[in-house]
């Protein structure tokens, strides 16, 4: 889909009665077991959030394992092979939405679109299993993020095989949605510091990241009734993930803002944005792009302007099977 502009209305757009009872329940959920306070009701919501078990025999052309990567922080990551006759493929590590504090790898949304990626691209899919806030601030999630690449650089390194035969860690992409693309984005300037021994991040796939700020923007302020996303949920989610004291212009949520980090000589990797014309984050997001590009970075922007935040988690949509073909389009032009 080429670069349109958003949709202008705030009003809520026509979406499928499937897909409004499953955001009606997730936000209800989500917004029961949040606290004012900056604390949540972890052991509700861990009741309500459903989950997939790893499949050793394939399912759907794909099976799953789960890996232990420190088990004293409970940092774990969901692995997904396709059935392929190839004799190598690229390697995606994924990080999962929730505004930092919800969900997991085995939250079944998230293990039924990493199927989707490692069959329809095909590629050897991580998804990782990070701390969440607030029980683990900033910047435990991104520290999480980068031990697990150095922890397949060094196991697949030292000739412990943790993953495949067929899995290409010189060929690695960074993907993740909301929290997860915002998680991705720390994780790749954090590896650009790094030097890793055989992995190699060849790309980043950005879905509607999570970035924010002080300034109330113009699509937060007009996309107000959308689903989902509010000021309300992103200021919460925000207070309880970033450091005491600190406010929304902190570079872990202000990416391009006033504490920006200098990216201009980093070895930063090419990225594709993908953005919702509901989604209220959409201001933010656009100027990631803008900011990725004025670095001198290789970057694309993917717009939907009918669509609101992770439509691409509702497989009955048509424009979740489109932006997983941009995806694949993405990876196989990086490969």
């Not at 499928?16 to 009701?41: C, E, F, H, K, Q």
């Not at 509700?44 to 799953?64: E, H």
């Not at 092979?81 to 995606?92: E, F, G, K």
């Amino acid at each position: 889909m080429g670069n349109m502009s958003s949709n202008s209305s705030d009003s809520v757009p026509a979406l499928p009665w499937r897909t409004r009872i499953s955001i009606s329940a997730s936000s209800a959920v989500t917004d029961a077991v949040r606290r004012t306070d900056g604390t949540l009701y972890r052991r509700i919501f861990s009741l309500l959030d459903f989950s997939s078990r790893p499949t050793p025999n394939p399912i759907n052309g794909v099976n799953s394992s789960d890996i232990t990567v420190d088990a004293e922080r409970n940092l774990w990551f969901r692995l997904f092979t396709p059935t392929s006759n190839a004799t190598s493929l690229p390697v995606i590590i994924f990080f999962h939405g929730g505004g930092f504090t919800f969900l997991s790898p085995s939250s079944k949304a998230y293990d039924a679109v990493c199927r989707r990626f490692a069959r329809k691209l095909p590629a050897v899919v991580i998804s990782v299993n990070y701390r969440l806030s607030p029980e683990n601030r900033f910047p435990c999630a991104y520290d999480d993020g980068l031990d697990v690449l150095k922890f397949l650089d060094r196991d697949n390194g030292d000739g412990v095989q943790v993953l495949p035969e067929i899995a290409d860690v010189s060929k690695c992409f960074l993907a993740g949605d909301s929290a997860g693309a915002n998680l991705a984005h720390h994780v790749a300037v954090r590896a650009c510091q790094e030097r890793f021994r055989v992995v190699n991040v060849t790309g980043l796939i950005s879905i509607q990241p999570f970035f924010g700020g002080e300034e109330r923007t113009e699509s937060e302020i007009r996309l107000a009734r959308v689903p989902f996303i509010s000021i309300a949920r992103t200021d919460w989610h925000w207070k309880v993930f970033l450091p005491d004291g600190a406010n929304r212009d902190h570079e872990a949520a202000n990416v391009s803002g006033p504490n920006a980090i200098d990216m201009s000589g980093m070895e930063y990797p090419a990225t594709v944005v993908f953005v919702g014309g509901f989604d209220p984050l959409q201001d933010w997001q656009r100027r990631y792009y803008d900011w990725l590009k004025k670095s001198g970075k290789e970057a694309r922007l993917m717009e939907y302007p009918t669509m609101i935040h992770a439509f691409y988690l509702f497989p009955e949509l048509p424009e979740s099977s489109q932006l997983i073909g941009q995806f694949k389009d993405f990876v196989c032009s990086k490969l």
